[in-house]
């Protein structure tokens, strides 16, 4: 299973983009790229995922190297309650496992 | 919609008492999966179903942990005897039984064993 690697920490100013990056240099072509984030004391949340074309929903965009090695979430107008723990997880191969790693800490400051 | 609705929302017990925690998958999803968060060790996937159907437990710590699923609509995770370590958030997950669509998590039993 591929694994992640993710900075422990970031910060945002209100208003700004923020663009958390995501390693996953061992990842498998069948394998997706998710991402949730986690606000204190609640469950984790998903945002979004993909596979090798870029992504957009309501939340976020996902934009995925042609590689495939790595991966940027971009929150395109950061807003103090996106403040969270971002979790970038490739999905591992063959079953419905999530592993979450340890994540970013995204702080939004005003 | 509803969400994944777990009971309950926080639990405090002394060492040695049963404790069943508990979940409600969102409709029509046919996966569920129960996991444990603690400082120490992050976010862990304890067990996971399918159809009601126990697919992975190699994530349950030891026999005093024990999870069923008796029909689509509803799932226990159960700790007898308990003992402090088990201390911890529990989150419960669904998603439709489809490795691509995302899990969907409750918003967690807060477990404090004296």
């Known amino acids: 299973d591929a694994k992640t690697t993710q900075p422990p920490s970031m910060d945002c100013a209100e208003g700004r983009a923020a663009n958390l990056p995501c390693n996953h240099s061992t990842i498998s072509g069948n394998e997706y790229v998710y991402w949730y984030r986690q606000i204190h004391s609640q469950g984790p949340q998903y945002i979004i995922h993909?596979?090798?074309n870029n992504e957009t929903n309501e939340m976020a965009s996902l934009i995925i190297t042609e590689d495939r090695k790595s991966s940027t979430l971009i929150l395109p107008h950061a807003t103090l309650r996106d403040t969270a723990v971002y979790y970038c997880i490739v999905r591992f191969r063959g079953t419905d496992k999530l592993i979450f790693g340890t994540g970013t800490r995204l702080q939004v400051f005003p | 919609d509803a969400g994944v609705i777990q009971s309950p929302r926080h639990e405090v017990t002394e060492m040695g008492q049963e404790v069943t925690l508990r979940c409600k998958p969102i409709?029509?999803?046919?996966?569920l999966f129960w996991y444990r968060q603690t400082m120490m060790r992050g976010l862990e996937l304890l067990i996971y179903f399918n159809n009601n159907v126990p697919i992975d437990d190699s994530g349950m710590p030891e026999d005093r942990f024990s999870a069923k699923m008796p029909n689509a609509s509803f799932s226990t995770l159960k700790i007898q005897p308990s003992e402090p370590r088990d201390s911890a958030v529990y989150f419960c997950?669904?998603?439709?039984?489809?490795?691509?669509?995302?899990?969907?998590f409750g918003d967690g039993t807060r477990l404090s064993i004296l």
């Open positions: 993909g596979l090798k």
């Open positions: 997950a669904s998603s439709r039984r489809d490795r691509v669509q995302p899990q969907h």
């Open positions: 409709s029509g999803h046919n996966s």
